[in-house]
């Protein structure tokens, strides 16, 4: 008997042709998740995976790396024993009388049928037995098939069973970095964090843009807190670049020749300007925002139509139609809650305009960008970016300075 992890992966993706190589990148996210611990093997078994430690002290410390790992339904750590009926029905006997609940249910699965029995003669069989080992210090314990207060998992694969009374939800999505990438224009604030994680979890390698101002004496600068999101994000994907963009420069081009009620667009449409570029850079096929329609202003359905008026490369915008509680659980979930309540500014306050334009016009925002030259101030973005590169490695995010490599090549030529 050992005690190993079962990992058990979304069956969705499992009906294509792709199965061979989302299998494969879900266990090599599963590997680099656990680099460090002691493991003994990883090995896929009848559309499962089984993580096996070489200390079970272990366990607790891999099971807590794997909750990060996208591509995973659920995950329990089980008892591993010898398919033999007589062994399974005696670990699970032993584990549910550690839980001593009022009522439980068994649910098994066979995928490999070495005892001739079917997963409903197996689950009455232990069934009978657990009742018995249960009753003997609580009378009145009793089977309860639909609201059990405990349940115990049997499966049945190859050359082994599995027995489990506890499992965790996984992850969920689509192993990391199997989607391309894109490019996340990310605040500071709470919605594009999570747009980042959502479109993580589809499988998409995300790089980050931030663009900051110099900060006022009133709040923080926003730079360390664009920071922190990409700390919390990197290990759901293992690698991240920060690119930081100084934005005062631009603020003020757009406040000294612009109508007041469109800067928030035009503001927003150089950034997506800028971050065209940076995913030219980083291979990306497109942005992501967090924009959720009509929470603010700029979210209209109309000012998103002229947000993306002439933009090369699609926006994807996954939290549209989610309202705020829905995104501030996901914050809270996913660890970025707490670091987005800081205070910061991440465009100047004073820039803002007193009452913006509600409903703009594609064309109108086009008119007043002939004010600008958008060319000139794209490029002085790009000079003064400076990028992050974030790598997670046996459970600790670390940073380095990196150079734009490509981007500098892109602009110099
Ligand atoms: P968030 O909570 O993400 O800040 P928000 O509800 O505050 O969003 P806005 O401030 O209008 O809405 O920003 C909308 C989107 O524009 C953001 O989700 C983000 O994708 C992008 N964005 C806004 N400001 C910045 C910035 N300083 N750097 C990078 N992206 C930004
Ligand atoms: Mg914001």
């Known amino acids: 008997m050992s005690r190993v992890l079962v990992l058990h992966y979304h069956e969705i993706w499992l009906k294509g042709g792709n199965k061979r190589y989302f299998t494969s990148r879900l266990m090599a996210a599963i590997k680099a998740a656990v680099a460090g611990l002691p493991i003994e093997s990883l090995v896929q078994a009848s559309e499962r995976l089984i993580l096996t430690p070489r200390e079970p002290a272990s366990l607790q410390a891999m099971a807590e790396r794997i909750e990060k790992v996208f591509g995973l339904a659920y995950f329990a750590s089980a008892e591993s024993v010898p398919a033999e009926q007589g062994e399974v029905v005696r670990a699970a006997c032993a584990l549910m009388r550690a839980k001593k609940p009022a009522s439980f249910a068994v649910r098994a699965k066979i995928a490999q049928p070495l005892f001739g029995m079917s997963s409903m003669e197996l689950e009455r069989e232990a069934g009978r037995e657990i009742l018995a080992a249960l009753r003997a210090e609580d009378p009145n314990a009793r089977v309860n098939l639909t609201k059990p207060e405990a349940t115990c998992w049997i499966e049945v694969i190859p050359n082994r069973a599995l027995v489990y009374t506890d499992r965790s939800e996984g992850a969920g999505g689509l192993p990391a970095a199997t989607g391309g990438r894109l490019v996340v224009l990310l605040s500071g604030g709470f919605d594009s964090a999570v747009a980042a994680y959502k479109m993580m979890r589809r499988g998409v390698h995300a790089a980050f843009v931030h663009f900051y101002a110099a900060p006022s004496p ?191 090549r892109r602009f110099t030529h």
């Open 218 to 408: 009133a709040s923080g600068s926003s730079l360390p807190i664009a920071e922190q999101i990409v700390r919390v994000l990197t290990p759901y994907q293992f690698t991240s670049r920060l690119y930081r963009v100084p934005f005062d420069a631009i603020q003020r081009e757009i406040v000294a020749r612009t109508p007041d009620r469109l800067r928030i667009l035009l503001y927003r449409r150089m950034m997506a300007r800028i971050a065209t570029e940076i995913a030219r850079a980083e291979r990306a096929l497109g942005l992501v925002t967090g924009d959720s329609v009509s929470q603010v202003a700029s979210q209209t359905l109309h000012n998103l139509r002229a947000l993306d008026q002439g933009l090369t490369l699609p926006v994807y915008r996954p939290l549209a139609g989610d309202d705020k509680e829905e995104i501030m659980r996901w914050a809270r979930r996913i660890g970025t809650y707490a670091i987005s309540c800081e205070p910061f500014e991440d465009c100047c306050p004073r820039f803002m305009p007193r009452s913006p334009a509600i409903f703009a016009k594609a064309d109108e925002v086009e008119r007043a960008e002939t004010a600008l030259d958008i060319e000139s101030l794209v490029r002085n973005g790009l000079e003064g970016v400076r990028v992050t590169a974030f790598k997670y490695s046996e459970g600790v995010v670390t940073l380095s300075d990196a150079e734009p490599q490509r981007l500098k």
